[in-house]
């Protein structure tokens, strides 16, 4: 089955600064990537998805790639501010082939945002 | 359109007794999915229903857990005889019928504490 792997696990930036999330996956029909976004206390928000006939896809200051060669997919917040502290989880999943197909998730980056 | 809705928000149980977390999907959706956290980890799937249906409950334990979707009413995920080791949070999420996305849409989520 699918495995997602995601680093770093803890982010500390300076606002202002950009921060970039990673992810592996180890199932070559993984074909959907979404990203949550988790405040404390809330339950999971979808900020930004991706699928695998594209590389990037942008909105405003949040920008996701993937490299379907190396499995890799990425999470990029420009400019960050202090509401971007969260917990940011990546998913991936095979959509379409089979709808019992499950969203796996990583374990979480927790991105600290300082002043 | 109101979002996922899961109650309560917070449930405190004493070894051995029994928990009820409820879910109701978003207005249309009639997939639901049960997620379990644990505190500075991922999310991991337990269970995958339809109305009426348990799609995949590979995630789910064997014993003690169950859960259902009837015709009406909300998704129960119900824990027998709970145990400290059962002390998470719960998220529920719904997707919409047809299509091919996976697009999730969380709840806020259920706080179990076991004493």
């Known amino acids: 089955g699918e495995n997602v792997e995601q680093h770093p696990s803890t982010l500390s930036v300076q606002e202002g600064d950009s921060a970039v999330i990673k992810c592996t996956y180890s199932?070559?029909?993984?074909?959907?990537f979404p990203w949550y976004k988790q405040e404390l206390g809330k339950g999971p928000q979808l900020i930004i998805d991706i699928r695998s006939n594209v590389g990037e896809k942008k909105d405003q200051r949040i920008a996701v790639t993937l490299n379907k060669t190396a499995k890799h997919f990425s999470l990029h917040i420009t400019e960050t501010q202090p509401e971007d502290s969260a917990v940011y989880f990546c998913?991936?999943?095979?959509?379409?082939?089979?709808?019992?197909?499950?969203?796996?998730f990583g374990k979480g980056t927790r991105l600290h945002i300082l002043p | 359109n109101a979002g996922v809705m899961q109650n309560p928000r917070h449930l405190v149980r004493r070894r051995g007794q029994e928990a009820r977390l409820r879910c109701s999907p978003m207005?249309?959706?009639?997939?639901v999915y049960w997620y379990r956290q644990l505190p500075e980890e991922g999310l991991k799937f337990m269970v995958y229903l339809q109305k009426e249906n348990i799609i995949d409950e590979s995630g789910m334990p064997k014993e003690r857990f169950s859960a259902e979707f009837p015709k009406e009413g909300p998704s129960i995920l119900r824990i027998q005889q709970v145990v400290r080791g059962d002390s998470a949070a719960y998220f529920c999420?719904?997707?919409?019928?047809?299509?091919?996305?996976?697009?999730?849409?969380f709840g806020p989520g259920t706080r179990l504490t076991v004493l």
């Open positions: 999420a719904s997707s919409p019928v047809g299509g091919l996305y996976n697009e999730q849409f």
């Open positions: 998913a991936a999943s095979n959509e379409g082939r089979n709808r019992d197909d499950k969203i796996i």
């Open positions: 207005k249309g959706h009639s997939h």
């Open positions: 199932d070559s029909a993984s074909n959907y």
